[in-house]
């Protein structure tokens, strides 16, 4: 997808995944940066721990506590901070890292176009409470729907995400406990579902997904996990997380380059990954 993208654009560019410990996520950083390249984009389990590696950090990091996209930056002859991309001639020696969050609206954006979602009002039922699962709650609950239902294998870590929530936006109902009417919209921001043979990631005897209008999963390979296969005979309305991974993706380059992604080749080269062709 950012390929496709980096080619679309002309860029002499190139995407590379690298496999990184926890315990050499600082030394990763500092070299990308001693390198020079343009930036990065980090998953899981590294989103919050970079929050505390990076030079600095915008708005959208601070606002929902994790970054998924790091730029590095130099300063231009005003002492204004620039992405590399803005630089013709050799870079400067003063240079830094700064982290932002693509996915927060990212999911949003998807939600909105994958399930036509309208959020705010809506009874919304979020599986996960860990990295993503705050993320994606707290973005939600920005919308400001009525009610929203928190539900974590461990209940501490749902209570304070659920308490996040009440302190910023009070307006919004907030539980750690299955609802026993009908919700809106069921969004797993759990990993089960990832691996060949994982079932679903709730009980349906708390739970029956019919009593779910829309079932959003973030996980997009494989393209339709055993939750959304149960969600759609069901007779949910479903989508998973390719929407998701193309927006954040597509606002990353941007942050890096300065320009517009061309979003629909980076598109169709994700659907073709994803999918095949």
Known sequence: MQNAGMAALGLDWRYLAFEV??????????????????????????????????????????????????????????????PFQYFSGPLPDEVRSQGFNTDADAIVHALRDDLDMKLAGARILLLGAGGAGRVAALRLAAELPSEMFLINRTADKAEGVAEEIRERFPQVKTSTSFPEAKVDLLVNATSVGLKR????????????????????????????????????????????GTGMLLYQGARALELWTGRSAPEEIMRDALVKNVYGD
């Open 21 to 82: 410990r926890p315990e050499d996520l600082r030394a990763a950083i500092e070299g990308a940066k001693a390198m020079r390249f343009m930036g990065l984009n980090l998953t899981v389990p590294h989103k919050v721990a970079a929050m505390t590696l990076v030079d600095a950090l915008d708005e959208s990091a601070v606002k929902w506590g994790a970054i998924n996209t790091i730029r590095f930056e130099a300063r231009d002859p005003q002492g204004r901070w620039q």
């Open 197 to 240: 043979g994982d079932g679903l990631p709730l009980d349906e005897e708390l739970f029956p997904l019919q009593r779910a209008a829309a079932v959003y999963d973030m996980i997009y390979r494989p393209a339709e996990t055993t939750l959304l296969k149960v969600a759609k005979a069901a007779g949910c309305r479903t989508a998973n």
